[in-house]
């Protein structure tokens, strides 16, 4: 309907709410008592008749008043009723429908004096659409409530398929000073899709997917879903051993996932049998998901968010998705997700300029772009923002039961000047770098998450040395559970890379880990950012014959599981595929049936198995009581050895030796210090994992020689083969002499091994993605407590 004018005969808040200007709908829709009765005033454009139906069993013609709006008047009635509109449409067409401007706000004065002030932590149990049941006189009334926060739109309506995506004939109301826009949409159920057409300050209609949808259709649309959740979570299990323990001094190995390309064209159900099974087979603790959330661009892999509230429905349902959690838990594995509070994108019909201003982001460019991926950064500042991004980081935890959070390019957010030249960044209000209220939001949404849920994870992707990103939010730390040691991961790759000849001149790139790694609680990532955009495979950053790449691949991994700190291992890494990544095909999965790969998977299985069976690993990570080095000096022979303990004070036989050699020599009577007397038992060696059948030394039993060596009051000689790991810890058994060799593993996989049916390598490029500085850290904190 064209906006025009109003004549002077029709009071000019008939005219906004017929033209989409009205920003009180209610106040003339509806019923309203009047000295003469009780008038009903109803919105139907293009009705060629509208009937009210009393719950007496009267009926109450009305008359058009106005473009669209009809009127009438009941004279006998002093006090409101339960009705229905019967409408007539062209051709003879009769519906009968409830009124949406007869119900009373969703949301009450609580809820919205803690939105004014950022401060509702279950946002999403107001915001956005959720469908309502009402029961009257007339019979239980089943709808969708919406609501919506555009605080300087001067009119808001709602549209979708109930509708005909007509921009006329639902108007929403503004709640007082909220800025929140509410409308109860009577007979709308789960599944319908909508939007809302907004009138922004800059008065154009703008049609905009809901910032708080819980579902969505699938990219390329853009609409939005009521959402209404029918799953039974079966993880009670997995949810009480979860409030009741401490993930942060447990056992963490992490397998990192990207769904679309795990095995291309799973859903989230199918994922929920394949994909588990798999991971059950490998003992990972937890597997960490590329961001979910709903984003319109494929090959961002998630990274540039539309839905913060909505799993992509690239893959199903929101249910479906839930499924593949619980199913998770119920095979003891944990779930991350990647977390994105960096960025969104420019889209028009998302976040972007949303209320016809910025609003979600901040106005200025110098704080409000994001110049690396051409997004829009958040307006930290504004309650509002924080709190929806506050309440989001909860909502996944608690409506989807995950366990814990990783949150991307938090070096982005720390730096006003990341990123930026001189005059392309706004300093603080003391003149600095840092961005003090990206700060206060890590800090916020991590002492809010660990409150609420107890037993989960953060964990921060952190590039630069800023101090304090595990202390706990009381002590002024960011609060994170974790942070990815960006500092390790880069260093020791840079090592793996080098020649077996010349890394004794790069040997500090594998000891200087240990000069910072008590300053935070740390996790070691070998990521999907390594293995793509031309950085080659893990395997392939090995020189070398095939043969000794895979031998130094086998040593490495075993390395990363003796090293303090949790493990992240990257999708494919596991049976050390050659290729680069693709997010566009699915992983190279007959190279399990080649033996040198699949024995790679096998060591994968079996050092997760070792680690879960010795806290020596794991329960000291954060501990310099749980480190001591052996030899850390040997750059000649290429050779590492150190000692992991499970008790602070060192007592008792948790405790495991590693040896490592990263040279092109084997190490024949290679005596190593014990931390204990006794027997001591072989029990990993990566060089019978090779597909040569060369002899294991696995459950081979040395005896502890009163000859201190090392530093240690015990030793023993051993063969250390070349570009091989070999742990040893006390032996239970007490053996009296060597075991005999094991059997070595079969030459091919069996079957089950294998998640999909091998597909075809592909061969189109990725897209790329701006580096992020990255440094060692720096030991200038203390070490970390649990976050608060």
């Known amino acids: 309907m064209t906006a025009r004018t109003p004549p002077d005969a029709l009071p000019q808040s008939l005219w906004a709410v017929a033209n989409g200007r009205h920003q009180q709908p209610h106040d003339l829709l509806g019923q309203h008592l009047e000295p003469g009765g009780l008038r009903f005033r109803v919105l139907r454009p293009l009705a060629e008749g509208v009937t009210v139906l009393l719950q007496d069993g009267t009926e ?25 509109v019967r409408t007539t449409w062209a051709g003879g067409i009769v519906h009968d429908g409830d009124d949406p401007y007869r119900f009373a706000p969703t949301l009450g004065d609580i809820d919205l004096h803690l939105i004014g002030e950022g401060r509702h932590e279950e ?27 555009a605080p300087r739109a001067k009119a808001v309506h709602v549209v979708g398929d109930f509708n005909a995506w007509d921009g006329r004939t639902h108007p929403m109301r503004l709640l007082g000073q909220s800025g929140v826009w509410e409308l109860f949409v009577p007979d709308v159920g789960a599944g319908t899709t909508y939007k809302y ?4 300050a800059d008065d154009i209609v703008t049609a905009k997917a809901d910032p708080m949808a819980r579902r969505t259709e699938a990219p390329p649309a853009t609409g939005s879903v009521v959402e209404a959740t029918e799953h039974v979570w079966a993880d009670d299990e997995w949810m009480t051993r979860r409030r009741e323990s401490d993930p942060h001094t447990g056992p963490m190995s992490v397998y990192e996932v990207h769904l679309a390309s795990w095995r291309q064209g799973l859903s989230y159900t199918e994922l929920a049998e394949h994909l588990v099974n798999y991971v059950s087979d490998l003992g990972f603790t937890h597997v960490e998901f590329l961001p979910v959330m709903e984003h319109p661009y494929g090959p961002s892999w998630g990274y540039q968010v539309t839905g913060y509230y909505a799993p992509t429905a690239r893959f199903g349902t929101p249910d479906e998705f839930r499924h593949l959690v619980d199913r998770l838990h119920q095979a003891g594995i944990g779930v991350i997700l990647d977390w994105v509070p960096a960025h969104f994108p420019k889209d028009a019909w998302a976040l972007a300029r949303f209320d016809g201003l910025p609003l979600y982001e901040h106005p200025d460019p110098r704080r409000g772009d994001q110049p690396d991926w051409g997004t829009h950064i958040f307006d930290f500042g504004r309650l509002q923002v924080r709190n929806f991004l506050v309440a989001n980081a909860s909502y996944w935890l608690e409506e989807f039961h995950i366990d814990g959070l990783r949150v991307d390019a938090v070096a982005s957010m720390l730096y006003l000047d990341y990123s930026r030249k001189d005059g392309e960044w706004l300093p603080n209000v003391h003149g600095g770098r840092e961005h003090l209220e990206a700060i206060g939001l890590l800090q916020e949404a991590n002492a809010t998450a660990y409150k609420r849920t107890p037993g989960i994870i953060t964990v921060a992707e952190e590039s630069t040395s800023w101090p304090g990103v595990t202390q706990p939010t009381s002590q002024g730390g960011l609060g994170f559970g974790l942070k990815w040691n960006m500092g390790w991961m880069n260093d020791s790759l840079r090592y793996l890379g080098e020649d077996p000849v010349n890394r004794q001149y790069h040997h500090n790139l594998l000891t200087f880990s240990m000069m910072y790694a008590w300053s935070e609680n740390y996790l070691l990532p070998i990521s999907h950012d390594e293995v793509v955009h031309g950085k080659g495979s893990l395997l392939t950053k090995i020189p070398g014959e095939r043969f000794d790449q895979l031998a130094t691949l086998r040593a490495y991994l075993a390395y990363i599981w003796a090293h303090p700190g949790k493990q992240l291992l990257f999708m494919g890494c596991e049976f050390a595929q050659p290729n680069e990544w693709g997010d566009g095909r699915s992983l190279d999965w007959w190279l399990l049936d080649d033996p040198a790969h699949y024995r790679v998977h096998n060591l994968v299985k079996q050092l997760n198995a070792t680690y879960r069976d010795h806290p020596a690993l794991w329960a000291q990570d954060s501990s310099p009581a749980g480190f001591e080095w052996l030899d850390a000096d040997d750059n000649t022979g290429n050779t590492f050895s150190f000692v992991r303990f499970g008790r602070s004070d060192r007592s008792g036989d948790d405790v495991l030796v590693a040896v490592i050699n990263f040279g092109g020599s084997e190490r024949s009577g290679h005596r190593i210090g014990l931390p204990r007397d006794g027997a001591w038992r072989v029990i990993l060696d990566t060089s019978g994992y090779d597909a040569h059948g060369t002899p294991s030394q696995a459950d ?27 742990y040893l810890a006390p032996d239970a058994a007490e053996s009296d002499g060597p075991s005999e060799m094991p059997a070595q593993e079969p030459e091919a996989p069996p079957e089950a091994a294998v998640p999909a049916t091998p597909e075809p390598a592909a061969t189109e490029p990725t897209p790329a993605e701006p580096a992020t500085p990255t440094a060692a850290p720096a030991p200038s904190t203390p070490l970390p407590q649990e976050p608060a």
């Open 60 to 84: 109450l013609p009305l008359e058009h008043e106005s473009e669209g709006v009809w009127t009438g008047l009941a004279s006998t009635l002093t006090a409101t009723v339960d009705y229905r």
């Open 123 to 149: 946002l999403w149990t107001v915001l956005g659409s959720h469908v309502r049941r009402y029961s009257g006189p007339m019979g239980e009334v089943t709808g969708t409530s919406f609501a919506v926060w």
């Open 197 to 200: 057409s907004i009138r922004g």
């Open 700 to 726: 081979i039993v040395v005896e502890a020689e009163a000859t201190p060596w090392e530093g240690q009051p015990w030793s023993a000689v051993i063969h250390l083969p070349k570009l091989s790991t070999l």
